[in-house]
């Protein structure tokens, strides 16, 4: 499923028909396109680690809050350095990592239950994964890198929104967004090795085989040869996703590959490191009246 166009004013962005069936949710992932930056961050780098000019960052920032209806204030991020580690956030929580020094560090997935709290996260190949309760239970919203794929943070998210707002997985609509496809994505040898160790036992009664030479044979891994290989990441996730309980109708997969549209996306292996960042967003609406029978309309 290809992620919808939508503009709003001067911003264009990429929304989930299927999120958008969830009254009193919002999200958006971003484009580089309705920024101010310059050069290389050119335009809506949402990045102030890359080298861009601050006052630009904070501006584009100011424009992704308003497409969503909130502040800058509003939004949470993640601290994303590949890890599994997802966490709980609040009103509290707001403005952590956007206009204020974070308290949190190695996490790279939120949820909440909260209204007007506006999760976070940001990419440039990785794959991002939006949650959201169809009855009103709380969101979620994650950064699944390899290593967050192969340690299973999809799960992880699905999990936490289990024990902390009492979600059933079945519950729940997952969107897995803009990220590098698998005909770009080229890995060594040790990393199939390190999927065979960790993923493959979990995951494996789905997967006949994990790599082929058969670019069609639906394995994780393409064997190029010569010790290289490619690696499915939407499919990885997908995997993922369904062995937590969300029901295989619940998942939106994108086929929009940042690589493959680096015009248009920021992509690190694309620009060989030279960009800045996309953001992926999702929050519940404070203004919403949501009865829990009539949150998800069919």
Request: hydrophobic share 35%.
């Amino acid at each position: 499923m290809v992620p919808g166009l939508q503009e709003k004013t001067f911003l264009p962005y990429l929304v989930f028909p299927k999120l958008q069936q969830c009254v009193g949710v919002k999200h958006l992932f971003s484009t580089r396109m309705g920024g101010v930056s310059a050069g290389e961050w050119s335009s809506m780098n949402l990045s102030f680690s890359r080298g861009d000019e601050k006052t630009a960052v904070e501006e584009n920032f100011r424009r992704i809050a308003e497409a969503l209806g909130y502040e800058s204030e509003d939004l949470v991020s993640t601290d994303q350095t590949h890890t599994d580690v997802v966490r709980v956030v609040t009103k509290k929580d707001k403005g952590h990592g956007i206009v204020r020094e974070k308290d949190f560090f190695d996490t790279d997935g939120l949820v909440t239950k909260e209204s007007g709290v506006v999760l976070s996260a940001f990419f440039a190949d990785c794959v991002p994964l939006f949650f959201a309760d169809k009855t009103g239970k709380g969101i979620g919203l994650s950064h699944s890198g390899w290593k967050g794929t192969m340690n299973g943070i999809g799960a992880k998210t699905v999990q936490k929104m289990q024990a902390e707002f009492g979600c059933n997985p079945e519950d729940i609509l997952v969107a897995i967004g803009p990220s590098i496809c698998r005909n770009c994505y080229e890995v060594s040898e040790d990393l199939l090795l390190a999927f065979r160790e960790r993923f493959y036992p979990v995951y494996g009664r789905n997967l006949v085989p994990l790599c082929s030479r058969d670019r069609d044979a639906g394995a994780l891994f393409w064997d190029k040869g010569n010790g290289k290989y490619h690696l499915d990441l939407w499919r990885a996730n997908l995997l993922v996703l369904e062995n937590a309980g969300i029901l295989p109708e619940h998942i939106e997969v994108t086929n929009v590959c940042t690589c493959c549209n680096s015009k248009y996306l920021f992509s690190h292996r694309a620009s060989k490191g030279r960009r800045g960042n996309l953001g992926a967003f999702i929050v519940m609406e404070e203004d919403s009246q949501r009865a829990e029978n009539e949150v998800f309309k069919d």
